[in-house]
């Protein structure tokens, strides 16, 4: 199946510090990546969805100044979580689609970012 | 009343057992259903799709109700590592649209 590398799979980070996550897809073009968040013991939340070459698109309650998303190329994401506090210590997953089975529906996953923001 | 909803869990269970996880939809509108597993601190990976004429995959048997916006996931002879946690996901009609995840269903197998 399709791979996504995500990087960096774990972060550690004082208040106040920015942090990015990258998203790759590594063996296929995604016009799309979906970034997600999990809380322990929750499920899956959408955060925002990336589009290649234009604004993401952020679920309601998500503050877009603070999470800042860029899809610069077919194969790559990057969330950036700005002035982090310890509320946004959580495991950061992006997942895309190969852009040629948009409609079959399974989504390809990165390992995923655990940040503890302290 | 959430999008996805599935059985609380956890699930204890004696190695050989057949467990079912049972899941509800909202959307009646949904296209493609899937249950997906995932470990302790890991990604979510894919187990099986779920199709309306039932289908199997060795121990693993999913089903899907339409009318009553019903999936199940069937497995028998537990194994050890079958230990996880298992996600009941709904894909939305059109477009690529992300997966929605429901909060999952832990199952732990026990020697």
């Known amino acids: 199946g399709a791979v996504v590398s995500q990087h960096p799979s774990r972060v550690i980070c004082k208040s106040g510090t920015s942090v990015k996550i990258e998203c790759r897809s590594l063996d296929f073009q995604a016009t799309t990546m979906f970034w997600y968040r999990q809380f322990p013991k929750q499920s899956l939340m959408l955060m925002a969805t990336s589009n290649e070459g234009s604004k993401a698109t952020y679920e309601q309650g998500v503050e877009k100044d603070k999470f800042l998303i860029n899809h610069a190329s077919l194969t790559l994401s990057t969330l950036t979580v700005t002035s982090a506090h310890p509320e946004d210590s959580s495991f950061y997953i992006c997942?895309?689609?190969?852009?040629?089975?948009?409609?079959?529906?399974?989504?390809?996953f990165g390992e995923g970012s655990r940040l503890t923001v302290l | 009343r959430k999008e996805v909803e599935q059985d609380p869990g956890p699930f204890n269970v004696p190695e050989g057992a057949t467990v079912a996880f049972n899941c509800t939809y909202s959307n009646s509108a949904s296209q493609s259903f899937f249950w997906y597993r995932q470990d302790c601190r890991k990604e979510p990976k894919l187990l099986m799709s779920v199709y309306s004429s039932g289908n199997e995959d060795g121990r693993f048997t999913a089903q899907l109700n339409r009318a009553s916006q019903y999936i199940s996931l069937l497995i028998r002879d537990s194994k050890l590592s079958d230990s996880a946690t298992y996600l009941c996901v709904v894909n939305l009609p059109s477009g690529n649209t992300p997966l929605v995840f429901g909060k999952g269903t832990r199952l732990s197998v026990i020697a």
């Open positions: 997942s895309a689609r190969d852009g040629l089975a948009q409609n079959t529906g399974e989504l390809f």
